[in-house]
T-cell receptor, first 118, second 110 residues
């Protein structure tokens, strides 16, 4: 079974631009979550999607948005990039989005997209 | 707010035992998870504790005390490949609402 894939793996953008990142979950997984990882802040939850609906959202500004398609693939978009948006963006998939609250479910992370904003 | 505290760095000798502690203050608690992340890699799930006590998975064990808001990850018979960052994470409710600690960088030395 193929793992979680993310594209692109590396990206360089300049301030003010926008960026779209893509995540393909493990086959059969309907929940996709996005996280931002930085050395100073660690792993921070961005949002979670299930069946094309955003069910949960972390404390990030509205410049961060996402969506999920009918095949469970997900994209996240960051508009008006700032230097502080430089980070590793990770997506994770799970069967139904209960990883961390249900012992029977595990979330699997993709390799991440490393975004550098200049 | 939510906070999880872990030591930032730990160094241990190959073949030894190391314990990585995690204390948490969260507005909800469903369970404590541990993840391993090698440099440049993706976090991978190690263990999950929903109830007090010890869970053992091979060389790794994880412990939880909900009354103390405390848990730890125990790594035995350390190997060089165990050098990585280890994150504790609390499921705080809702769907995929998981709060991560800032991680502990473990260095295993010969």
């Amino acid at each position: 079974k193929a793992g979680v894939t993310q594209t692109p793996r590396y990206l360089i953008k300049t301030r003010g631009q926008q960026v779209t990142l893509s995540c393909s979950p493990i086959s059969g997984h309907r929940s996709v979550s996005w996280y931002q990882q930085t050395p100073g802040q660690g792993l921070q939850f961005l949002f979670e999607y299930f069946s094309e609906t955003q069910r949960n959202k972390g404390n990030f500004p509205g410049r961060f948005s996402g969506r999920q398609f009918s095949n469970s693939r997900s994209e996240m978009n960051v508009s008006t990039l700032e230097l502080g948006d430089s980070a590793l963006y990770l997506c994770a998939s799970s069967l139904s989005g209960l990883a961390g609250v249900n012992i029977k479910e595990t979330q699997y992370f993709g390799p991440g997209t490393r975004l550098l904003v200049l | 707010g939510q906070s999880l505290e872990q030591p930032s760095e730990v160094t241990a000798v190959e073949g030894a035992i190391v314990q990585i502690n995690c204390t948490y203050q969260t507005s909800g608690f469903y369970g404590l998870s541990w993840y391993q992340q090698h440099d440049g890699g993706a976090p991978t799930f190690l263990s999950y504790n929903a109830l007090d006590g010890l869970e053992e998975t091979g060389r790794f064990s994880s412990f939880l005390s909900r009354s103390d808001s405390y848990g730890y990850l125990l790594l035995q018979e350390l190997q060089m490949k165990d050098s990585a960052s280890y994150f504790c994470a609390v499921g705080t409710g809702g769907y995929q609402k998981v709060t991560f600690g800032t991680g502990t960088k473990l260095q295993v030395i010969p």
